[in-house]
T-cell receptor, first 113, second 112 residues
Framework: KAGVTQTPRYLIKTRGQQVTLSCSPI?????VSWYQQTPGQGLQFLFE???????NKGNFPGRFSGRQFSNSRSEMNVSTLELGDSALYLC????????????FGEGSWLTVV | AQSVTQLGSHVSVSEGALVLLRCNYS??????LFWYVQYPNQGLQLLLK??????LVKGINGFEAEFKKSETSFHLTKPSAHMSDAAEYFC??????????FGKGTRLHILP
């Protein structure tokens, strides 16, 4: 069974640009979550989608958005990039339901210059 | 609401020595508890999970964790550290909703 796949793995963007990251969950998983990981702030929850609906949201500005498609694949978008957005963005999927294990992809490394 | 506290952002142990990584949680409902490991330049990988079936949970790579309700703890241990255990370890808690809250992580250093 294929794991969680994230693309692209590495990217460099300029301040003010926008970026879209993609995540394909494990087959059969309907919940997709996104996390931002930085050395200073650690692992921070961005949002979670289930059946194309945002179900949970972290404390990030509106520049961070996401969506989920009918095949459970998800994208997240960051607009008007700032230097502080440089981070590892991790996607995780689960079957959903209380206590279910979430499985992570290898992440997308975003560098904003 | 749930929360997780990992004591020690960095822990160093000698190869062959006991590994002990501490995690305390707060939860208003019986929790699900997890330990994840992250190797350099990789995503997080599940080490083990507590689901109330047994208080001592065995995971991969020789790790285990014990759930102690009275102490609200879920510490991770391994009897004998190996160089390949050097990584960052995250404790996480989940309640009745689907939110999983992660601790800030503990970086484990193995000394030769």
């Amino acid at each position: 069974k294929a794991g969680v796949t994230q693309t692209p793995r590495y990217l460099i963007k300029t301040r003010g640009q926008q970026v879209t990251l993609s995540c394909s969950p494990i087959s059969g998983h309907r919940s997709v979550s996104w996390y931002q990981q930085t050395p200073g702030q650690g692992l921070q929850f961005l949002f979670e989608y289930f059946s194309e609906t945002q179900r949970n949201k972290g404390n990030f500005p509106g520049r961070f958005s996401g969506r989920q498609f009918s095949n459970s694949r998800s994208e997240m978008n960051v607009s008007t990039l700032e230097l502080g957005d440089s981070a590892l963005y991790l996607c995780a999927s689960s079957v959903s339901g209380s206590g279910n294990t979430i499985y992570f992809g290898e992440g997308s490394w975003l560098t904003v210059v | 609401a749930q929360s997780v506290t990992q004591l020690g952002s960095h822990v160093s142990v000698s190869e062959g020595a006991l590994v002990l990584l501490r995690c305390n949680y707060s939860s208003s409902v019986p929790p699900y508890l997890f330990w994840y490991v992250q190797y350099p330049n990789q995503g997080l990988q599940l080490l083990l999970k507590y689901t109330s079936a047994a208080t001592l949970v065995k995971g991969i790579n020789g790790f285990e964790a014990e759930f102690k309700k009275s102490e609200t703890s879920f510490h991770l241990t391994k009897p004998s550290a190996h160089m390949s255990d050097a990584a960052e370890y995250f404790c996480a808690v989940s309640g009745r909703d689907d939110k999983i809250i992660f601790g800030k992580g503990t970086r484990l250093h193995i000394l030769p």
